[in-house]
T-cell receptor
Framework: AQSVTQLDSHVSVSEGTPVLLRCNYSSSYSPSLFWYVQHPNKGLQLLLKYTSAATLVKGINGFEAEFKKSETSFHLTKPSAHMSDAAEYFCVVSENSRNYGQNFVFGPGTRLSVLP | GAVVSQHPSWVICKSGTSVKIECRSLDFQATTMFWYRQFPKQSLMLMATSNEGSKATYEQGVEKDKFLINHASLTLSTLTVTSAHPEDSSFYIC???????????FGPGTRLTVT
């Protein structure tokens, strides 16, 4: 069975400082991993995804994440936070097997606050 | 490409009535669609998986007679909340899995408020 842990429920950074949102996963198969962002009362926007290609994945809006199999981690980073980055971030794992489909398991989410 | 829409985006209904939410894949065919529920300040929880032309598969604890899912075509799935109660108030999000590459795309969500 697959599961996702997001170690911090809330992260607060100052504008212009680096962002680190942590995610650890467990999966029986070679997983696909995703980061989604959700602004208040909005749907989900895909930031980036890992699907067994390059372990360092670059996404939109300057975000990137590194897949580390030995640590079962997929942490999300950004060098410099912007006020518009304030939102809820979800790490998602999917066992991308054709037999089992692409069922997503969502982490509990991390709320990012950006202080001026 | 790969856009998923939901209608309505926001609905208020009275307790005891039924509400239908539509999920459409606008520019691709989706053999499978998923319905999620998100309570305030919580994560998304999968409610059910629907495959075109067959019955939906519900997650444990989700009442299939209360949350009716129909996936009659490759571009449309509907979720009907029957006899809605205030505790059904939530943000409902659908996703569609593209038949071509098995990628999953999310709709913008529907906020249901039951008074």
């Amino acid at each position: 069975a697959q599961s996702v842990t997001q170690l911090d429920s809330h992260v607060s950074v100052s504008e212009g400082t680096p962002v680190l949102l942590r995610c650890n996963y467990s999966s029986s198969y070679s997983p696909s991993l995703f980061w989604y962002v959700q602004h208040p009362n909005k749907g989900l926007q895909l930031l980036l995804k890992y699907t067994s290609a390059a372990t360092l994945v670059k996404g939109i809006n300057g975000f990137e994440a590194e897949f580390k199999k030995s640590e079962t981690s997929f942490h999300l980073t950004k060098p410099s936070a912007h006020m518009s980055d304030a939102a809820e971030y979800f790490c998602v794992v999917s066992e991308n097997s054709r037999n089992y489909g692409q069922n997503f398991v969502f982490g509990p989410g991390t709320r990012l606050s950006v202080l001026p | 490409g790969a856009v998923v829409s939901q209608h309505p985006s926001w609905v208020i209904c009275k307790s005891g009535t039924s509400v239908k939410i539509e999920c459409r894949s606008l520019d691709f065919q989706a053999t499978t669609m998923f319905w999620y529920r998100q309570f305030p300040k919580q994560s998304l929880m999968l409610m059910a998986t629907s495959n075109e032309g067959s019955k939906a598969t519900y997650e444990q604890g989700v009442e299939k007679d209360k949350f009716l899912i129909n996936h009659a075509s490759l571009t449309l799935s509907t979720l009907t909340v029957t006899s809605a109660h205030p505790e059904d108030s939530s943000f409902y999000i659908c996703s569609a899995r593209r038949a071509l590459n098995y990628e999953q795309y999310f709709g913008p969500g529907t906020r249901l408020t039951v008074t």
